[in-house]
Structure formats: structure tokens, C-alpha cells
């Protein structure tokens, strides 16, 4: 049974960094496409970044490009999210979550993409805050 487990999260100021991990279990991810959410409570779910397998493919929401970075470890079955310059409209839960046979994100991070998501993690709260 794949697990995904989030962490990473926290309170930081607007403009600060975080990292967020999602390390996966129970099945090797070398044929998949790994997607990063976040929601608000009371608010749709929104895709926040996407990355194929061999990282050839990722997207990125427009609301976040050129401030945060994704990336993997094949050998440790991770997942990063780098946030940078992070706004307090970043505030949100996290959640990390595979497509397995998939290799592109084109489209994995739509509105209506969440549904195509196999696994889900359990979260990690991000709070951005003075």
C-alpha cells in the first residue's frame, strides 16, 4: 500500500521560506507523476506544482511560478516543494499526491485535476503570518 507522508510546514513571514518534504512508502515512484495541492478551509482545492518522474516534466500555478521550486530524490522517494518570498495568501494546508503510469504534468494541476490523483497525503499546515 503506497503511503505519501507530508512535513515541512509551519509559521513563517511573509518573504520567508519553507521546504516541504513528501516522502513516499510502499511502492517505488519511478513511473509517476507527483502533485502538490494546498486549500483553505471553506475553498476549493487548488493544484499548486506537478513533477514527472525523471523531472522532465513540471508545472507550476501561476500564483507561485518563480517562487517556488519542485524537485525529487529517486533514491530517497521524496518530493520537495522549495517556497520562496512566501505572501500570507499562501496560507494553506498542503497536500501531496501521485498519478502512478503517468509521466507529464500537462494538465495536472488544473481545477478539475485532483480527481485523476491516486493517493493522498495527510497534510502539512503552512501559515504565513507577521
Known amino acids: 500500500q503506497l503511503k505519501l507522508v507530508e512535513s515541512g510546514g509551519g509559521l513563517v513571514q511573509p518573504g520567508g521560506s519553507l521546504r516541504l518534504s513528501c516522502a513516499a512508502s510502499g511502492l517505488t515512484l519511478d513511473d509517476d507523476v507527483i502533485g502538490w495541492f494546498r486549500q483553505v478551509p471553506g475553498k476549493e482545492r487548488e493544484g499548486v506544482s506537478c513533477?514527472?518522474?525523471?523531472?522532465?516534466?513540471?508545472s507550476y500555478a501561476d500564483s507561485v511560478k518563480g517562487r517556488f521550486t519542485i524537485s525529487r530524490d529517486i533514491a530517497k522517494n521524496t518530493v520537495y516543494l522549495q517556497m520562496n518570498r512566501l505572501k500570507t495568501e499562501d496560507t494553506a494546508n498542503y497536500y501531496c499526491a501521485v498519478i502512478i503510469g503517468r509521466d507529464s504534468c500537462v494538465m495536472a494541476i488544473s481545477r478539475l485535476a485532483a480527481g485523476q490523483y491516486e493517493y493522498w497525503g495527510q497534510g502539512t499546515q503552512v501559515t504565513v503570518s507577521s
Open positions: 513533477i514527472s518522474s525523471t523531472g522532465a516534466s513540471t
